[in-house]
């Protein structure tokens, strides 16, 4: 166990929790974008910005992705934390003026409308999608692209059509709407501005009824080890 | 003359414009390498500050020159970084596009700050620092320009990117490049930049001595980024994929171009000149290519077949090795020319054992065996007896490496005898620990004047007890030895292992290539060129005994001259090394403020159990697994430094 404090309470939690992790269970709420419960943090939004006091040292980290330790003060709504949340809200509504949910959040945060402009886009590569697609789908069709001294591109989210399987959960995930999924006619299309891929739905052989990308359901039976046959038939009729 | 305009570098500052008084200050005194004074640079721009030593120097100009530099390094892995330096950049284009709004200075200022505070990485955070000393110290230019309105011309400021580890490694890996694209799992294009620089990535992630961990700022934290473990990571996971690189196919090239030695130095020459498309040929004396790494090195640190591996790709990559061919024996080295080489590559490394000085050596007593020779027998898979006690003399790595193959071959009493104390030893720490946990036994301070015999075999040694007096060159303690302590150590073999130098017999005119005191080819060391015309050196055959990624980088660099001296028929130094020297002595690790690192401790590797390592020559450290490499590759800071500078006209 490791005590610290947040907001003037004195808390014990268990070592290796999260700042994100220990306020919530003291019922202090902090603002997140690019975090997951189920998934890796990454620390790219920058809106859970908190302000920790290691050995008499003020600094800003993200909560989310930043472990307790022992004698550290969290705080959660001084000056210095909510400035830097307002900034990094400015920046993604800047970058990403469409999106309802960015807006709601930055709104939350105290920013309407942002002094600076940048080339709009939809993605804000927070990566919810290549983690979700990678640790709870167990497929890597999609990665990130850095930048960086040797890899002179401009970042982006890359997708592999032969790892993907349809199951639609990166459009689940995506905080923007920059993936998206449309069931149509015994297809299903999953794409992006930059991609797509079409899907052969499976039809169940009682109700007739399109239900499952057949490459996603391939993709189960042979994790599961599932008789060919076995889903001929949808759920509901099973 | 210490003459500077204005000077912020590392929190410290120096400002003489427009002042009666003046303060000089020397390039030290600003915290920079003494080459940096206003003969040379007319202004310096760096992750810490910047400097001006020509008052015309547009500060705002050079503002955006370095961000847009930061700007392409920028990863895009936090939002706060990757938007916040975008616009930056523009809006210090802008400007000094006369387009700029007074209300932009503040934009400005508040980004960076925001940046600094809270950028994902070190890189992100310490970047913005000079932009916000340039707009607290030349506010007046940034208002000058937005207020005139008009476009100013924008000057060619000379770029130079680099890290702490990266400037520690001899061949400049970008590091935290290959290591964040480890932590996005992109381990294909991972491998590709490592290949870059070291074309034996199988080899230099196990025995690389890693100068780059040494330098790496995490170490201050809770411990070094294990990054040579994560280069091993990538190395192995591609070879047990089962996958080979998808190299680009040459151009081919008419020009030929031979090399003498296939050691570490001599295959990255071939693999960076047959990349260019030259029609490479390595001529070896011995039956494997390798080097040292194949002769030297013993299996348990470095297995076979990831060397072969590793050489196996680089003749893919359309490199003749020609083995069993000795210059100097099977063929001469004029006769190359005659051949059609356009150039030659000397890379023969340091093959003969020095003497000990000590009685009856020259005897050629029956279990008197030089190190080089006991290794080589080793790793060729010859047969050696065991015998019970073995004496290996010197306190190296090649020592340690004999005494440890020795108890795997079954001798029972192994002992290293060294002529100074244990903090004198020069072989790695890790090294001499495991050795002594395998059962190695150290005599510190002794050194073997007599080789004892019987029947023209060893039967021990006499020694000489040894203190410590003053240092000498090497600035290690000369030892001394003590009048009347001599005695003897019974053993039925002697290994000598103290140290090895070229052997240059093969030269064919002395006169035409100069050597240097130490009996080592001499070379200019950023063009490798030698005395003779075409023809170049590197590796051991011109340090003397040194580590593999020093051969791989003098390999690499005599490619880019040979390259230049084939197509333009001489050698100018270049750009790149122009540039090395430029921040040779900036002390990389330093900067104005500390990041927060929450503790995580470097991952661990497990190791071979100790009873499995006997009678056999079984990897002792085994690698990261998956992971493992992603949570270390998490670990990196991203510690990289843009600087740009304008030359002095
Ligand atoms: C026992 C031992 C352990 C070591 N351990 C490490 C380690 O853990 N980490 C590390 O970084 N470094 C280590 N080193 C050092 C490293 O191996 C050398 O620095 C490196 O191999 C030097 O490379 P090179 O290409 O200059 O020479 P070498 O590797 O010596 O290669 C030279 C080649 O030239 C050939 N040759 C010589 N003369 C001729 C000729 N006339 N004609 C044709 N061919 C010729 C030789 O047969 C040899 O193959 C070790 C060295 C030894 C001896
Ligand atoms: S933390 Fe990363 S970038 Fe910084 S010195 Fe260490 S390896 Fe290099
Ligand atoms: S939620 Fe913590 S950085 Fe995005």
């Given amino acids: ?238 | 003359m210490g003459k500077v305009v204005f000077s912020s570098w590392a929190g410290k500052t120096v400002d003489n414009r427009g002042l009666g008084v003046k303060q000089h200050a020397y390039a030290e005194d600003l915290g920079l390498p003494s080459g940096y004074d206003h003969t040379k640079v007319a202004a310096f721009m760096g992750w810490d500050g910047f400097v001006v030593w020509d008052e015309k120097v547009n500060v705002v100009d050079m503002a955006h020159a370095y961000i847009k530099e930061v700007q392409k390094v920028c990863c895009g892995e936090c939002m706060v970084g990757y938007i916040g330096i975008t616009v930056l950049a523009d809006t210090l284009a802008r400007i000094l596009d006369g387009k700029g709004r007074e209300k932009d200075i503040s934009l400005l200022q508040w980004l960076a700050s925001g940046i600094k505070e809270n950028a994902g990485c070190t890189f992100g955070q310490t970047a913005p620092i000079p932009i916000i000393d340039s707009i607290k110290y030349y506010r007046d230019e940034y208002l000058k320009l937005i207020k005139n309105k008009k476009a100013v011309p924008k000057s060619n400021y000379k770029v130079m990117v680099t890290a702490p580890c990266m400037e520690a490694c001899p061949a400049h890996l970008d590091i935290p490049g290959y290591i964040q694209l480890i932590r996005n799992q992109r381990y294909r294009e991972s491998l590709s930049l490592i290949r870059n620089g070291v074309c034996l990535p199988g080899v230099i992630g196990r025995v690389c001595t890693a100068p780059c961990e040494e330098a790496c700022r995490r170490t201050q934290y809770d411990g070094r980024v294990c990054i040579r473990l994560l280069k091993r990571y990538v190395a192995d996971w591609e070879m047990n994929s089962g996958l080979t690189p998808s190299s680009a196919k040459p151009r081919k090239s008419k020009e030929k171009v031979a090399i003498i030695g296939a050691g570490p130095a001599g295959l990255a020459c071939s693999y960076n000149l047959a990349l260019k498309g030259y029609q490479v040929t390595i001529f070896e004396e011995l039956s494997v290519a390798g080097g040292m790494a194949a002769v030297g090195i013993p299996q348990y640190r470095l297995p076979r077949k990831i060397l072969e591996r590793d050489i196996e790709l680089i003749e893919k990559a359309g490199v003749e090795i020609r083995l069993n061919t000795k210059i100097g024996r099977d063929l001469e080295m004029e006769g190359l020319w005659k051949d059609g080489y356009k150039a030659i590559f000397i890379a023969i490394g340091a093959h003969k054992g020095r003497k000990m000085g000590a009685e009856g050596e020259d005897n050629d007593y029956e279990g008197f065996v030089d190190g080089m020779k006991f290794l080589r027998d080793v790793n060729l898979g010859r047969v050696i007896e065991p015998k019970n006690r073995v004496l290996v003399v010197g306190g190296g790595d090649v020592a340690v490496d004999c005494a440890r193959s020795c108890l795997r071959l079954g001798f029972r009493d192994v002992n290293i005898v060294y002529r100074r104390s244990r903090v004198e030893m020069p072989a790695r720490k890790a090294e001499i620990e495991e050795a002594e946990k395998e059962g190695v036994k150290i005599s510190y301070l002794v050194t073997p004047t007599k080789i004892l015999a019987r029947d023209g075999k060893v039967i021990g040694a006499e020694c000489v007890k040894m203190a410590l007096g003053e240092p000498d060159s090497s600035g290690r303690r000369r030892p001394i030895p003590i009048k009347g302590s001599e005695f003897v150590m019974k053993a039925a073999m002697i290994i000598p292992a103290i140290g090895q130098q070229p052997d240059l017999s093969f030269l064919p005119d002395r006169n035409q290539i100069k050597l240097a005191k130490q009996m080592t080819i001499e070379t200019d060391t950023t063009t490798c060129q030698t005395s003779g015309e075409g023809i170049f050196a590197g590796g051991d055959c011109v340090t003397g005994p040194a580590v593999l990624i020093d051969a791989l980088a003098s390999g690499n660099r005599a490619a880019q001259s040979i390259d230049q001296y084939i197509r333009k028929g001489k050698v100018t130094q270049g750009e790149d090394s122009k540039l090395e020297i430029a921040v040779k002595g900036i002390n990389l690790s330093e900067q104005r403020e500390q990041e927060i690192v929450p503790r995580e401790m470097p991952q661990i590797t497990s190791q071979l159990p100790l009873k499995k390592r006997f009678g056999n020559f079984r990897e002792v450290e085994n690698g990261f697994n998956a992971e493992a490499a992603l949570e270390e590759a998490k670990r990196c800071l991203r510690c990289y430094r843009v600087m740009v500078w304008l030359p002095a006209k």
Avoid at chain 1, 117 to 136: A, S, Y
């Fill in chain 1, 1 to 238: 166990m490791v005590e610290l404090t947040i907001d003037n309470q004195r808390v014990r939690v268990k070592k290796g929790t999260t700042i994100l992790e220990a306020a919530d269970k003291f019922n202090i709420t902090i603002p997140t974008l690019c975090h997951h419960e189920n998934l890796t943090p990454l620390g790219s939004c920058r809106l859970c910005t908190v302000e920790v006091i290691v050995n008499g040292i003020s600094k800003l980290t993200t909560a989310c992705t930043f472990p307790v330790e022992q004698g550290i003060e969290v705080r959660t709504t001084s000056q210095k934390a909510l400035e830097a949340r307002r900034l990094a809200a400015e920046l993604l509504l800047a970058k990403c003026p469409t999106s309802a949910k960015i807006k709601s959040l930055a709104q939350e945060i105290g920013v309407a409308k942002p002094r600076i402009k940048v080339r709009e886009e939809d993605c804000i590569l927070c990566e919810l999608c290549v983690r979700t697609c990678r640790e709870i789908v167990g497929r890597q069709a999609l990665k990130f692209i850095n930048r960086g001294l040797n890899q002179r591109v401009e970042p982006r989210i890359d997708f592999s059509p032969d790892m993907c399987i349809g199951c639609g959960s990166c459009a689940y995930v995506c905080p923007t709407g920059a993936i998206k999924m449309e069931d149509k006619d015994g297809t299903r299309v999953v794409y992006a501005r930059n991609w797509e891929k079409e899907f052969k739905l499976k039809k169940c052989k009682v109700c007739g009824n399109y239900w499952a990308p057949e490459e996603q359901l391939e993709y189960i039976r042979g994790k599961l080890n599932l008789p060919p046959d076995f889903f001929d038939v949808c759920p509901n009729c099973r």
